[in-house]
């Protein structure tokens, strides 16, 4: 018996609970091409007495045009900066089917400055909601986990267009 993945079972249920989407949005991924899933992300200070880290981006969701052996396995691109994060991805891709799709992430740093998280998200909310924007999400999470928020985000959007993207492919005819 390897209790290694026990270990590392913990260690991902600790951090994926660690991150939280404070502002989720409700829109299904496209069933074909690209979706953009914007976010604003609030890391935890990495000391005490210090400023919250804001970052503003998106991640592109890419499904192939075609599938080939080549790109069976998803594609995260500029996620992750630590080996800690990247095992836990693996413990996760081999225990889950995570459809042959791409998630490039591209961000900046926000204009928004803060002395708490709770503080922080409260302003981009009066942001979002005066810009009437409902498909930018807020997520928190610890500074060393920025990665997991992301990948959490990206994960679950995926989930919840699956019902809406197998309706659409049979409205297309390519399923019964």
Not at 5 to 23: G, N
Not at 82 to 93: A, C, R, T, W, Y
Not at 117 to 134: F, G, P, Q, T, Y
Not at 136 to 151: D, F, Q
Request: charged share 25%; aromatic share 10%.
């Amino acid at each position: 018996m390897n209790f290694e993945d026990f270990d590392l079972e913990r260690r991902f249920h600790q951090a994926w609970e660690s991150v939280q989407i404070a502002r989720p949005v409700s829109f299904s991924l496209f069933t074909f091409g690209e979706t953009d899933l914007p976010y604003y992300l609030v890391c935890h200070p990495s000391q005490p007495n210090s400023t919250v880290s804001v970052t503003e981006g998106e991640i592109k969701v890419t499904r192939p045009m075609l599938i080939t052996p080549d790109n069976l396995e998803p594609e995260f691109l500029n996620f992750f900066q630590s080996q800690e994060e990247q095992e836990m991805v693996q413990f996760l891709m081999k225990r889950t089917v995570i459809p042959q799709l791409k998630f490039d992430n591209s961000s900046h740093d926000s204009q928004i400055r803060s002395d708490s998280v709770e503080e922080a998200v409260s302003l981009i909310n009066r942001k979002l909601d005066a810009e009437e924007e409902d498909r930018v999400a807020v997520l928190t999470s610890p500074r060393e986990l920025a990665g997991m928020a992301l990948l959490r985000y990206a994960l679950e959007r995926v989930i919840e267009s699956q019902p809406h993207n197998v309706q659409e492919l049979r409205e297309r005819g390519f399923l019964p």
